[in-house]
């Protein structure tokens, strides 16, 4: 199948629907969809999404791992935090299915991983430690997925820790909302100001053998480099002095030439979708 990885949606529902519609028109049911975190929040329509997403998780033609604001919509469910005045997944709450929800989601992972060709790569939402292996990144990822997956209270407990006294709390945080790095190992979801510096500089001057799929900086843009595929384009974020765009990449749309590899730069193999309006309007601003 034609994978198709689609950076945060966020609640932006006819722009997924047109992607999708744009992916059927060229590769009929031969695609699937990877999809790197956020699809919920901050847009007008979550559940459209979800029961999209989940529609292909199901039929074995999507792969989907939690972002930062799938981890807010449990902390509110769980009662840990407060639904907040830029939280749009009220929508999802306020049903009586909503426990379902929950628990799916739940059962998402952190991670996945494959190969495009031969090269090894992983998606997650937002950035991986400079010093993790492909199966580093990949276990820690499974042992979280674990902790979030098991009984209810045991995912509140968890999600209740100080993340400077649990390791696997603090991978979460740095795999679902980490922008910036520092020299003695820390993170922040902050970005960058010297002498802390971004996290993927970091994670590219270690010479890793594997890709990276992510999303989670509508600020940054786009980022295509050696390794590296950022594809939040901050469609929700559309009117805020910038446009915005659901952006997919097609890693497989055609065969890398002889030598070259999928994660290689320059890259044009990508589809962006406008979005149709204005929807993010954050309190205070």
């Known amino acids: 199948m034609q994978r198709i990885f689609v950076g945060d949606v966020q609640g932006c529902a006819d722009e997924l629907a047109e992607l999708v519609t744009r992916a059927t028109d060229a590769f009929g049911d031969e695609f699937a969809l990877w999809i790197a975190g956020d699809l919920v929040n ?28 799938e981890i807010s919509l449990l902390a509110v469910d ?34 996945v991983t494959g190969r495009i060709e031969d090269q090894p790569f992983a998606m997650l939402h937002a950035a991986a430690d400079p010093d993790w292996s492909l199966e580093d990144l990949a276990l820690m990822g499974e042992r979280v997925a674990q902790r979030l997956s ?7 407990a968890f999600l209740s820790k100080d993340p400077s006294t649990d390791p696997l709390r603090d991978a979460l945080g740095r795999m679902t909302r980490c922008r910036s790095v520092t020299e003695d ?8 100001v010297s002498p802390a510096r971004a996290w993927h500089l970091a994670w590219a001057s270690r010479g890793h053998n594997y890709g990276l799929v992510y999303g989670h900086w509508a600020r ?5 480099d050696s390794g590296l595929r950022g594809l939040d384009t901050g469609c929700v974020h559309h009117g805020r002095g910038r446009d915005g765009f659901l952006t997919a990449w097609l890693p497989d749309a055609t065969r890398p030439a002889e030598g070259r590899k999928p994660f290689d730069a320059p890259d044009d193999r990508f589809w962006q979708i406008p979005a149709k309006r204005r929807y993010y309007h954050p309190a205070g601003a």
Do not use: M
């Not at 098991?150 to 509140?156: D, I």
């Not at 820390?186 to 970005?191: D, K, L, M, R, V």
């Open 42 to 69: 901050r847009g007008p329509d979550n559940r459209r999404p979800l029961e999209l997403v989940r529609s292909l998780v199901e039929a074995g033609r999507a792969q989907y791992v939690l972002g930062n604001h």
């Open 78 to 111: 769980f009662g840990l935090r407060d639904l907040g005045p830029n939280d749009t997944f009220g929508d999802i709450l306020s049903q009586a299915d909503a426990a379902e929800w929950i628990d799916w989601l739940r059962h998402r992972p952190l991670v």
């Open 150 to 156: 098991a009984s209810r209270e045991e995912a509140h």
């Open 185 to 192: 190992g820390g993170w922040s979801s902050e970005e960058p």
């Open 220 to 224: 940054q843009g786009l980022h295509v």
